[in-house]
């Protein structure tokens, strides 16, 4: 079965970071970029978040327009796309709003992790054993095998980067935002790795908007990348 096409999307600062220091949640985005996104969503198959970002933001991850998932409803797909989370140490609390919302979930652990997992989670989600330390291809693979046709993988900075790092990639949506965190320990959109190609690497501009006070950036990161 073919992979399912990668679109990496995320709300920056200027300064690059995904989140500021403080317990509340940084709001990066506007009304009209929350409901961007939201369209995003219901056009996509499977939603992916990073275990960390679950620990740290408990997000829904849910399509949240009524008028969205009935036509998803009536285009016989389900309300909700498939939910999809990574962790290596299977340390996710049932109690997250992740278990509790939305439609089917999958959550990829290590082989080691899987059985603690599965049992905390009660049947929540399906768990599914992707190798000594979650091997994105393996995850990829899977999701294609379950039909999935686009993923599309909300972060945080670790995920995002794992992906870029590893060619994965099909599209980049950024949606940059005109604040400045400016704060070493806050969450950065991306860390250190080898990316392909090196820094001297310009990725192709597929597109770029205004939505509201926020621009929105579209890159192809792979050079054979066949934009859906």
């Known amino acids: 079965m073919p992979r399912p096409y990668v679109l990496l ?30 369209e ?24 949240n327009s009524p008028a969205r998932r009935a036509e998803r409803e009536a285009a016989g797909r389900p309300a909700y796309p498939l939910k999809v989370t990574l962790s290596a140490s299977g340390r996710l609390s049932p109690e997250l709003a992740f278990w509790h919302t939305g439609g089917a979930k999958v959550a990829y652990t290590t082989d080691a992790a899987a059985p603690g997992l599965r049992a905390a989670l009660g049947g929540a989600a399906d768990v599914v054993e992707a190798g000594e330390r979650v091997a994105l291809e393996t995850v990829l693979d899977d999701l294609g095998e379950r039909g999935i046709g686009r993923l599309m993988v909300e972060g945080g900075g670790s995920v995002h980067t794992q992906f870029l790092a590893a060619g994965l990639a099909d599209e980049l949506q950024l949606a940059v935002a005109p604040l ?13 790795a080898a990316f392909p190609g090196g820094p001297t690497r310009r990725m192709r501009l597929l597109g770029a908007r205004t939505v ?4 929105l950036l579209r890159y192809a990161p792979k050079e054979s990348s066949h934009v859906r």
């Open 9 to 38: 999307s995320a709300a920056v600062s200027l300064d690059g970071y995904l989140d500021d220091a403080s317990p509340e949640r940084l709001l990066l985005s506007n009304p009209e970029d929350f409901d961007r996104v939201d």
């Open 40 to 63: 995003l969503r219901a056009g996509c198959d499977a939603i992916l978040v990073g275990g960390n970002t679950l620990r740290r933001d408990n997000p829904r991850l849910l399509v």
């Open 180 to 192: 400045l965190v400016g704060q070493a320990e806050a969450p950065r959109f991306l860390g250190p």
């Open 212 to 215: 509201g006070d926020v621009v």
